[in-house]
C-alpha cells in the first residue's frame, strides 16, 4: 500500500480562514496519496486498512511554509547583524556568498541547512542560493534528500556587485542559468527550480529582458526582493527611470506575476501603485518581519495586504533573519504589527495569533497550491507538535496550548512531520 | 577549601563598558570567596591548588541579569498575548495571579518557574510573586534552593483591582507586608525581599505612604512599574492630580530611588522630567522590549537614556514577555531600537550588539553591586556557553560566536552555571 495511505488519530488545529483557527480534539484525520480526505468522527470502512498513528495528547497543525530564504547565508546567520541592507550585503551576504564557488565548502555549508530544514517545522520554502551553478545544483540534491518541498534559484546579478561574486555579463548569466535550468528542471521529485534575479539593482535591464524569456520558455516561478529599504527604492529609480515605480521595473521584463507565481520578499514601502499591479497579477508578498528589523528596513503594513486581499506569507529570510523558525516569523509578525499599530499608523489594527498562524501556513502553502490545511482535497504537510518540556501548572485548551508553541517552542517540540503524506521522520 | 575557589580555563567575554566587548581567549580566570581575582597568562603561586576547570572551547560570560519577571504570570506564558496591558491585567492577570492563594497551586507553578530558572542563562533577577504572603514565602524558598541571587516581593495592591485579588485596605495590604518582611528578611543566604506596589492605579496614597515607611524601617528596595502605556498615564494623571509625572507620585511616598535601589520597569513614556529625576535619584530602568511590543506598549528611547546616564538594565516581564530568556530580551532591545530609530527618531542610533550585552549583564548588575562583569573585585557570576549544537561551516571568533549564541540560542546552550563563585550546574 502507498506509504502516504494513512490515519492520524488526536488533536488538530489549522485555518478555514484568516479569522480563527478550526480547533478539533480526538478526530481522525485520513490521508490517501497524500491528499486529505478530511476528518471523521470514526475511519471509514474504505479506510480501515490504513494504518493509524494515535498522536496521543499531542497537537497535529500544516507545516509551515517559508516564502523567503537564503540557504547561502544560513552559515552566518546571527552573525554581524548591527548593519543596514546594503552595507549588510557589501559586508556580510557578498563576501560570505563568494565561498559557495568552491564545492567543498558548499557541502559543508548546505548540508548544515539541509539537515536543519528537514528537523524544522517547515515542510515547504522557496530558496535562494547564490550564481553558482555547481553549489545550486548541489543544494537542491540535498534538499531533495530531506523530503521537504522546495523552489531552489540560482542566483542571478550582472551589476553593481563586487568582483568576485558578479556574473560576467547579461549573456554569460542567462547561458548559466539555461544550463542549470536544462539540468536541474526534470531531475527531482521534491525540488522544483525557481528563477531568482536577485533584485533590480544586480540585474541589468538586458539580464532581466533575458530572464523574462527564460521564465516563459521553461514555465517556471520567480522569487526576487521587492521595496525592502528606501535607499533601495532610490537606488532603482535612478537604475530604472522608465520604470513607474519599482515592482513595475520587474513587470516590463514579464518578471512580475501570471502564471507561475511570483514571489516578492519584503515589500515594506510599496507604493499603493505597486500594490495594485501585485494584486492584479497574483504577486505574493513573502512578509519577513524580523529581517526587516534586523536590518532596520521598517514593519511592512501586512493588515493593509490582507485587507485588500493579496497573497501573502511568511518568510524567514536568513540570514536577514537569523533562524529558519517560522514559529518565530509569526510572533515577529505579530509583535511589529502591533509597533507599527502603535508608532506608525493606528488605523491599521495588530495581527492575531490566527491571522500569523494563517500566513504561516494557508497564506504562504496558496503559492505551492493546495498546501497549508487539512481540509479535504488539501496536499497533506503535517508536523505533529509535542509540547511537555513546555510545563504547565493547569490543563489548557488546544488553541492556548497552540499559541504556547508559536511564542515559546522550536524544532524540538516537531515530534513527526509529513510533506503531501510523505513521513520525513 | 571554599568551594568558590576555583579557576576557569578557556575564551571568556564580558564588558568593560558600553562601548565594547572584552574577549580573552586562552585566558585563566580566578575566583577566590565567589570574588573575581581577575586575568592570568599563567597561574600565580597563591593559587595554584585551586581546582582548575577547563572549558575548552567554549566561552564564558557573566550571567545574565533580569530585572523584572513575574513568577505568578510564568504559568501562562505565551498565552492570550492579542490583547493590550488594561486588558490584559484584567482578562490575564488577574484572574491567573488570584490562583495564588491557594498553596498547592503556587507550589506547581513556582516549581515551574524555579527549575526553568535554574537552568536559565540568568543568574539574577528582581521578581514580583502576588499579593499572597504564603505563596511568596513559598517562591522565596523554592528560589533559594536553586542558588540564583534574587530580589522576590509581595505584591500590593488596594484599589481599582478586581475584588477576588483587590487587598481589603491600606492597613491590611501594609501589615500583611510587614508580617511577610518579619518572617523573611533574615531567613534565605540567596533571596532579599524587595517592596512591589504593583503600580500607582493598583494602590492608594494611603497604601503607598505606608510602604514608603516599611521601606525605611526595614531598609529594602523597590520595585515597580511606570510609564508603560498611555492610558496608564492618563490614568495616573486622574488618580494624582498633585504629582507632576507619573514618576512623581512614587516619589512623593519615598518610593523613588535612594538606598536601598529602586527599578522601575518600561519607562518607554517618560517625560524628560521623569527622567531627570530618575537620573538624580537614581533610578534603574528595566527596560522589557518584549513586553512592550506585546502589549502594544510601545518602544522605549534606551539609547537616550544610555546617552544620559542613566541606570539601564533589561527585563524578561515574564509574561508581558512570553520568556525568560534574557538573550532575547537582548536581540528585542536590538531590533526594537532599530525598529524605534527607523519609523520614530532618526537621531537615536540603535543599539549594538555590545551595548546589548552591557544592559544585560553589567547594566542590570549594577543594581545587585559589583555584579555582571569579570573584572578584579566583581562577585563572580559564570555562564559557559557551549555552541556545538549551532553549526558553522568554518571557524569563527569569539565575538561573532557570542553574537550567534545571543540570536540563535537558549537554555540548552548553558554548559555551566555559577552565581557569586558558587556552582549551580
New interface residues.
Given amino acids: 500500500m502507498d506509504s502516504r495511505n494513512f490515519i492520524l488519530k488526536g488533536n488538530f488545529a489549522y485555518s478555514e480562514s484568516q479569522q480563527g483557527i478550526t480547533a478539533r480534539e480526538n478526530a481522525w484525520l485520513v490521508c490517501a496519496d497524500g491528499i486529505s480526505q478530511g476528518f471523521y468522527a470514526e475511519i471509514p470502512a474504505e479506510y480501515r486498512d490504513f494504518p493509524v498513528t494515535d498522536m496521543g495528547d499531542r497537537i497535529a497543525i500544516p507545516g509551515l511554509i517559508d516564502l523567503h530564504i537564503h540557504a547561502s547565508q544560513y ?1 552566518y ?6 548593519l543596514e541592507l546594503l552595507d549588510w550585503l557589501n559586508q556580510n551576504a557578498f563576501p560570505e556568498e563568494a565561498k559557495f564557488k568552491d564545492l567543498d ?1 558548499a557541502k ?2 548546505y548540508s ?1 541547512f539541509a539537515e ?1 530544514m528537514k528537523h524544522s517545522a517547515t515542510t515547504r520554502a522557496c530558496i535562494f542560493a547564490t550564481v553558482h551553478e555547481e553549489a545550486t545544483e548541489l543544494l537542491m540534491d540535498l534538499m531533495e534528500e530531506t523530503g521537504l518541498k522546495t523552489m531552489i534559484g540560482k542566483v542571478n546579478m550582472d551589476r553593481n556587485s563586487p568582483d568576485y561574486l558578479e556574473e560576467a555579463s547579461a549573456d554569460a548569466s542567462a547561458e548559466a542559468t539555461v544550463r542549470w535550468l536544462e539540468k536541474t528542471i526534470h531531475k527531482y521529485r521534491n525540488v522544483r527550480p525557481i528563477l531568482t534575479p536577485r533584485f533590480i539593482p544586480s540585474c541589468s535591464d538586458e539580464l532581466m529582458n533575458r530572464l523574462g524569456t527564460i521564465r516563459h520558455t521553461f514555465g517556471i516561478p520567480v522569487q526576487s526582493h521587492l521595496s525592502e529599504n528606501q535607499g533601495e527604492i532610490s537606488l532603482v529609480e535612478e537604475l530604472c527611470p522608465e520604470a513607474d515605480f519599482y515592482g513595475d521595473a520587474y513587470d516590463r521584463c514579464g518578471m512580475f506575476g501570471g502564471e507561475p507565481g511570483t514571489i516578492m520578499a519584503h515589500c515594506v514601502w510599496s507604493s499603493r501603485e505597486e500594490l495594485q499591479r501585485m494584486k492584479k497579477q497574483g504577486v505574493f508578498v513573502a512578509h519577513c518581519p ?1 529581517s526587516n ?7 511592512a503594513p501586512v493588515r493593509r495586504y490582507l485587507d485588500e486581499g493579496l497573497s501573502v506569507g511568511l518568510g524567514s529570510d536568513v540570514a536577514g533573519g ?2 529558519e523558525s517560522i514559529f518565530r516569523a509569526m ?1 515577529d509578525a ?3 504589527s ?7 499608523d493606528p488605523s491599521l489594527k ?1 495581527l ?2 490566527e491571522e500569523a498562524f494563517y500566513l504561516a501556513t494557508r497564506g504562504g502553502g496558496a503559492f505551492f497550491g493546495s498546501v497549508g490545511s487539512f481540509e479535504r482535497g488539501y496536499e497533506l504537510d503535517v508536523i505533529v507538535l509535542d509540547d511537555q518540556n ?5 490543563p ?1 485548551g488546544v488553541r ?1 496550548r497552540l ?6 517552542g ?1 524544532e524540538r517540540n516537531v515530534w513527526k512531520k509529513y510533506v503531501a503524506g510523505s513521513e520525513i521522520f
Fill in positions: 552559515s546567520r546571527g552573525t554581524k547583524m548591527d565548502y559543508k555549508a548544515i536543519n524580523q528589523a534586523n536590518l532596520a528596513s521598517g514593519i537569523s533562524t510572533v505579530i509583535q511589529a502591533k509597533l507599527r499599530w502603535r508608532l506608525v495588530p492575531t495569533l513546555l510545563k504547565h501548572p493547569q489548557l492556548d499559541e504556547r508553541i508559536v511564542y515559546l522550536d
